[in-house]
């Protein structure tokens, strides 16, 4: 399935489980290992498995099987591995803590630090 339609179908299965937040991350650019990261917020532990657990279920509808799932109940995060897209389904309080858009947007300096 192209990446754009796996797109989509994350976004579609975010906002049927009221994610908040949903911010999508081209990084083509920057790595080789995905195209898009997907991040996204659950107010609790439980709708964050929620979120996750039916982004899964979707992709699986439309014949994609996740390469990986980290993270579970009472998790704070939940990392769903679809190879071309990454989706963090994440606490506020731990996406604010990770920080991961801005580590993912921000160029380095010559140095490899970001200010």
Known sequence: MKSEKLKEIVLKSLDDM???????????????????????????????????????????????????VEGGAGSDWVLVDLGDIIVHVMKSSAREF?????????TPNDDGSID
Do not use: C
């Not at 080789?32 to 439980?46: D, K, N, P």
């Open 18 to 68: 009221k994610a908040q937040d949903i911010n999508v991350l081209d990084v083509k650019e920057r790595t080789s290992m995905t195209e898009y990261m997907v991040v996204a917020s659950g107010t609790s532990s439980r709708h964050v498995k929620s979120i996750a657990d039916n982004v899964v279920e979707d992709v699986k509808e439309n014949g994609v099987l996740p390469l990986g």
């Open 98 to 106: 990770y920080d991961l858009e801005r580590f993912w947007t921000e």
